[in-house]
């Protein structure tokens, strides 16, 4: 069987690593250490580790189950569905790889899964990061827990290793002092040096890093279309057929299964992802070696994940906002690398029997009067709430509410001081206009913020209709999430309502000039070029008109339509309307709106009089109006009702389209 084989294979590679054996062994046969927690980088042998662990382990007569985190939703339902075998004897064998990719179920799994382990059984944690201080403080854990930090193989291991792999001996050197121990770059470096034949001086340290990784541990590829398809796959968090078919539509499905196949791609539920390390340095150079064809292939994977945003459904939208992040997961003013894509907190739906706690959590991270507050919204829009749980103990530690206003009553406004400033600035700035409505976000969580409640925020951006303003209330922020909102477009404001004794800072965004599509452009902007201005920057926010303004725009800009310059001026140039025509000179888009919009009356029996009267007034150059009259057959009294009546319907027909969109409806 090809089972065999390849298990031979794997045996055959694996080198070294004798200390970690002879624990593990210890373990094995009646040590009194139930749990081993394996931590090193990516590409120190972890896996490899656990699968000779694994072996080891059904030498011993011991039954063994994986678990592996990278193909694994991070709750503990799933968790626990997959490690289930652990519980069935005293003699069972649970492996745990990929841990970081699952490690907000850290705490979970210390408090609530292992102490159900039999005595007897082993469990093996493999992940990048190593164990919090909560488990080498509790005394319960010291004689139970082993920790076992795993490094580069010795010297004499990496040899051993390069000569297994069939390296020349003339390119063993050269590909050492390139690879060190590390087990993955040796692997990929000795793959490269067999197949050409000898590394030779080219795995020298002096050469530029990414240019050698690549050609040494990538090689030359089949064709310009494979090359880009590997690079889309180490430019997305995980990458499906349908994504590689959205930023390469030709031959998709044969590209995608001649990524499977690659040693340093691997495959998971959630798609293909490669190895860190080649990840790492296909991005690095793409974006050095082919800017412009980095920024276009950014802007398909983009628009493939941002349209499964807004399709996705509410249980599915957090993972989609967290993939569509993941090319931004490094903050540069935060220093910080978001955590993707799991949390250590669970979201869930507010329930009536979570009052109690909404009002603990609330009262914890702000105070009374802001529980008072909480609880005053919750009663009225319990929709708005999300409670989050912490993974490990199903304990609610954290609450955000998006509050959806189109007006408020005296008892609101009194109620909560916040949401009455934010009114009151959403007033005084741009009022809404009709269907429209101003979203408040609210965030109750005594400590840092999690990733998690970021994409449901987020979330809400993308996804929410007619939504004119948005604003998010914190209590005395941070300068690192001022800044990190401020890096999303938020702009906090210089009027701070007062909550109790506690001011709040209010982070506000126009969502009328700055829609969710120029929104996600700007934050391309800052991936691409760093700069949310520069090239391809727009020069200016969208015009928020009132509908007697809009109406008065639309009859100005009708009598200029003959002079294209002359449109050039007109405020509707930067509205939605002429937004939605991108790419267009704003001028010549306006023209052609116009002129198609009173065509369009021809298609209504009952507007047939209003198209004639428009289109001979403003289509045909007529000079006089008097002179229109006479062109129609039409007393001037009729000609004049109809073309009044004619411009009104134009007005409410672009108004329309101004606030829903061109395929919009109320």
């Not at 193909?71 to 490690?83: G, I, K, R, T």
């Not at 009002?359 to 009374?368: M, P, Q, S």
């Not at 709106?593 to 198209?611: C, N, T, W, Y």
Request: contains cysteine; proline residues 6%.
């Amino acid at each position: 069987m090809l089972e065999w084989r390849l298990r031979a294979a794997r045996e055959t590679a694996f080198v070294g690593r004798e200390e970690e054996l002879a624990v593990f062994s210890a373990a094995l046969y009646g040590g009194e250490c139930s749990v081993l927690y394996v931590h090193g980088p990516g590409g120190i042998g972890k896996s490899a580790l656990l699968r000779r662990f694994a072996h080891e382990a059904a030498v011993a007569g011991r039954p063994v189950s994986m678990v592996d985190g990278r193909s694994l939703e991070p709750s503990p339902v799933a968790f626990e569905a997959e490690a289930e075998p652990v519980f069935r004897g005293a003699d069972a064998v649970l492996l745990i790889d990929g841990f970081e990719r699952i490690q907000g179920l850290a705490g979970w799994l210390r408090e609530r899964f292992l102490p159900r382990v039999p005595m007897g059984a082993l469990v093996v944690i493999a992940g990048r990061n190593p164990p919090d201080l909560r488990w080498r403080a509790d005394p319960g854990w010291a004689g139970a827990l082993e920790v076992l930090p795993l490094r580069d193989l010795r010297a004499g291991d990496a040899q051993a290793l390069m000569v297994s792999s069939g390296v020349p001996a003339e390119s063993r050197e050269s590909l050492s002092a390139f690879a060190g121990g590390h087990p993955l770059a040796l692997l990929l470096g000795a793959a490269v040096a067999v197949k050409e034949g000898g590394a030779g001086r080219r795995w020298t340290p002096s050469q530029d890093v990414v240019a050698t990784l690549l050609d040494q541990l990538v090689g030359e590829l089949p064709s310009a279309a494979h090359r880009q398809a590997l690079e889309i796959c180490a430019h997305a968090y995980m990458t499906t057929e349908d994504l590689l078919r959205a930023a390469l539509p030709q031959d998709a499905g044969t590209l995608f299964r001649w990524l499977r196949r690659l040693p340093y791609v691997e495959s998971s539920s959630l798609g293909l992802f490669p190895h860190d390390v080649v990840r790492e340095v296909l991005e690095a150079d793409l974006r050095w070696r082919d800017p412009e064809g980095y920024a276009v292939m950014h802007e398909r994977v983009h628009a493939h994940l941002a349209e499964r945003v807004r399709a996705a459904s509410d249980a599915e939208v957090l993972g989609a906002v967290a993939a569509l992040l993941y090319p931004h997961r490094v903050y540069p003013h935060r220093g910080t690398e978001a955590h993707f894509p799991g949390s250590e907190f669970q979201e869930e739906v507010l329930r009536e029997e979570d009052a109690g706690a909404l009002l603990r959590v609330a009262a914890t991270a702000e105070g009374a009067a802001s529980a008072r507050g909480a609880a005053f919204w919750a009663e009225r829009q319990p929709e708005a709430f999300r409670v989050y749980r912490r993974a490990e103990s199903g304990e609610p530690v954290a609450v955000s509410a998006w509050l959806r206003l189109a007006r408020l009553d005296e008892e609101e406004l009194a109620a909560d001081p916040i949401v009455a400033g934010a009114w009151a600035h959403a007033r005084a700035t741009a009022p809404l206009r009709a269907g429209e409505h101003v979203a408040v976000g609210r965030i109750w969580m005594p400590h840092d913020i999690s990733p998690v409640v970021e994409w449901r925020m987020i979330a809400n951006c993308l996804r929410t209709e007619r939504m004119a303003w948005s604003y998010i209330a914190a209590r005395r922020p941070s300068q690192a999430w001022t800044d990190h909102l401020r890096h999303y477009g938020m702009r906090d404001l210089s009027e701070q309502p007062l909550l109790g004794d506690d001011a709040y800072t209010l982070f506000v965004h126009d969502w009328r000039a700055v829609p969710a599509q120029a929104w996600l452009e700007r934050m391309n902007r800052l991936l691409i070029a760093g700069s949310a201005d520069g090239p391809g920057a727009a020069t200016a926010e969208l015009a928020v008109l009132s509908r007697a303004e809009f109406a008065e725009a639309v009859r100005e800009a009708l009598r200029r339509l003959s002079r294209p310059e002359a449109l050039a001026a007109s405020p509707l140039t930067r509205t939605r309307l002429i937004a939605e025509r991108a790419g267009r000179d704003p001028a010549a888009a306006l023209g052609d709106l116009l002129r198609q919009a009173i065509d369009g009356l021809r298609e209504d029996p009952r507007s047939v009089k209003f198209h004639r009267a428009l289109s001979v007034t403003f289509l045909r150059g007529t000079p006089t109006r008097e002179l229109a009259a006479e062109r129609l057959g039409l007393p001037f009294t009729t000609y004049r009702r109809h073309l009044m009546a004619g411009i009104e319907r134009l007005c409410s027909d672009l108004w329309h389209r101004e606030l829903y969109g061109t395929h919009g409806s109320t």
